[in-house]
């Protein structure tokens, strides 16, 4: 069973920038296209990013774009999101999943909400904040 553990959170000031990871301990995550999503306190999930299995497609969400970019090493069974000029609006728990969902979204097809996420993980807080 596909198991993910997120790292990288932290405290960081506003213009600041983090590494999240998200890792697949005992499986291959190269076959799964993964996702990054967030929750702000008080606000409902929401996607950030996806990328797809290959790492050849990918989509992020329009109020992070240009600042935040999905990167995988299939080589380290790793999936990264790299977050630049960071803003307190980004503060959330970020959580990256795997499944079908997030190859409709990295391919930018239509995706409902009963759409297979084979796996979350647990979550990595980032608070932005001076």
């Known amino acids: 069973q596909l198991h993910l553990v997120e790292s990288g959170g932290g405290l960081v000031q506003p213009g600041g920038s983090l590494k999240l990871s998200c890792v697949a301990p005992g499986s291959t995550l190269d076959y799964y296209a993964v996702g990054w999503v967030r929750q702000a306190p008080g606000k409902e999930r929401e996607g950030v990013s996806c990328?797809?299995?290959?790492?050849?497609?990918?989509n992020v969400l329009d109020s992070v774009k240009g600042r935040f970019t999905i990167s995988r090493d299939n080589a380290k069974n790793t999936v990264y999101l790299q977050m630049n000029n960071l803003k307190p609006d980004d503060t959330a728990v970020y959580y990256c999943g795997a499944g079908e969902l997030f190859r409709r979204c990295a391919h930018g097809e239509r995706a409902t909400a009963g759409t297979a996420v084979d796996a979350w993980g647990r979550g990595t807080l980032v608070i932005v904040s001076s």
């Open positions: 990328i797809s299995s290959s790492g050849s497609s990918s």
